[in-house]
């Protein structure tokens, strides 16, 4: 059998969180059966900090392209016209224009050492592989779902561009939930549903009593540390006292500039909390519900059934009211808590969601179960049709 070399372009800080189990799945199904496969990782926005372990783990089959700039905002667009106006262009200068060419020229370089492209996200890779690879590709569409629609228009929420491009460009289009394959599907997309692309955990059927709180990843995760810890000054510690409060930060995170605010902000905390950093799923799989500034880490709880609690912040990047309203209520319903805007209100959510936590646990789990069907082996059943795709051609 040949060697094969595969690129995996990831476009998003999210998706980058996809495509990190997805590529750890491709190496150990590769390894299992022995077929000479290397990976290229390209992030296009983030700084690849999520594949690190992986690379590190399989010096020679993983390495990584890393753009010389992180997208500020990571190409998230969200809030008051102004906010986002502001946002796309600090993106465009401070990330996307100085990387394009960087980008163009990379493509360009690798297109005769790669075999096929696997996209994670939106229109982007596809796009790209389109006007300067021209593979084999397949489509990781984890930036669009049937859950975010309201009109149930044919192109609601997904567009002409991408309908094109996952049509005509997509040998394969995998789809995050079975709503959204069988809306592809309609649409003349070859779409399949093998299961979520999320953690190989199985939640902990126990009497779990762990909360954990993240900020999130982008720049502002530490205004959100901040309310955190304001929120903790307004619990009452009655409700929170047989619970263990677990702080989770991303891998991306300087770990001295967070280990410095805590130890600031922890001054006057009125009771005991550990932290760790990039390990959520051992914690999320022990989590009684979780609380955090983040998208895709909610709704890895979600799949697990596990509910969150989200608050915003009214100039936050990702977790603004817009966020909550025309996203995550949308895909994640009755697996969400929407937290407030003020410690005040965070602290209020808290109390209520602990004296009424078997009755959310219940709603969360049942939509788990509609949305995702229970089928946790996504990245391991994906990474198996991909490459016994490209063994059968």
């Not at 040949?2 to 476009?11: D, G, I, R």
């Not at 939106?122 to 049937?146: G, R, S």
């Not at 192109?155 to 996952?166: A, N």
Request: charged residues 20%; proline residues 6%; contains cysteine.
């Amino acid at each position: 059998m040949l060697p094969k070399t595969l690129l995996l372009l990831s476009n998003g800080y999210g998706e980058d969180s996809f495509a990190s189990l997805l590529l750890e799945k491709l190496v150990q199904f590769t390894k299992a059966n022995k077929i000479p496969t290397t990976f290229l990782v390209f992030p296009l926005v983030g700084n690849g900090a999520q594949f690190h372990q992986c690379q590190s783990e399989y010096p020679d089959q993983v390495s990584i392209i890393v753009p010389p700039f992180s997208l500020p905002n990571g190409g998230v667009y969200l809030g008051s016209t102004w906010q986002k106006s502001i946002r796309l262009i600090e993106d465009c200068f401070r990330g996307g224009i100085p990387n394009s060419g960087f980008i163009f020229r990379e493509l360009k370089e690798i297109k005769n050492k790669i075999d096929a492209v696997i996209g994670i996200g939106d229109f982007i890779p596809p796009l790209l592989n389109q006007l300067f690879l021209k593979k084999e590709f397949y489509m990781v569409a984890c930036a669009h779902t049937w859950l975010l629609k309201r009109k149930n228009q044919p192109l609601e929420r997904l567009g002409r561009l991408t309908r094109y491009l996952f049509r005509y460009g997509c040998r394969q289009v995998y789809t995050r939930d079975r709503p959204t394959e069988q809306w592809f599907l309609q649409l003349g997309i070859a779409a399949k549903y093998l299961g979520f692309l999320g953690p190989d955990i199985k939640k902990n059927e126990g009497n779990r009593r762990k909360i954990v709180f993240l900020p999130g990843s982008r720049k502002d995760w530490k205004n959100n540390l901040q309310f955190f810890f304001e929120t903790f000054q307004e619990v009452n510690l009655q409700p929170l006292k047989n619970y263990t409060i677990h702080i989770v930060f991303s891998p991306g995170i300087d770990s001295q500039d967070f280990q410095l605010l805590l130890a600031f902000l922890g001054k006057n905390y009125p009771f005991p909390f550990t932290w760790s950093q990039g390990d959520y799923f051992h914690h999320l799989s022990e989590s009684a519900f979780v609380v955090g500034f983040a998208g895709t880490a909610i709704e890895q709880a979600a799949f697990l059934g596990i509910p969150s609690i989200e608050p915003w912040q009214k100039n936050a990047i990702q977790a603004n009211r817009d966020f909550i309203e025309n996203r995550q209520k949308l895909l994640l319903r009755e697996a969400l808590i929407p937290g407030g805007d003020t410690p005040i209100q965070l602290a209020q959510v808290l109390k209520n969601t602990i004296l009424n936590l078997p009755s959310y646990q219940k709603a969360a789990e049942s939509f788990s179960q509609k949305v995702w069907e229970g089928k946790s082996n996504g990245g391991m059943m994906i990474a198996e049709n991909i490459m016994r795709s490209l063994i059968n051609q």
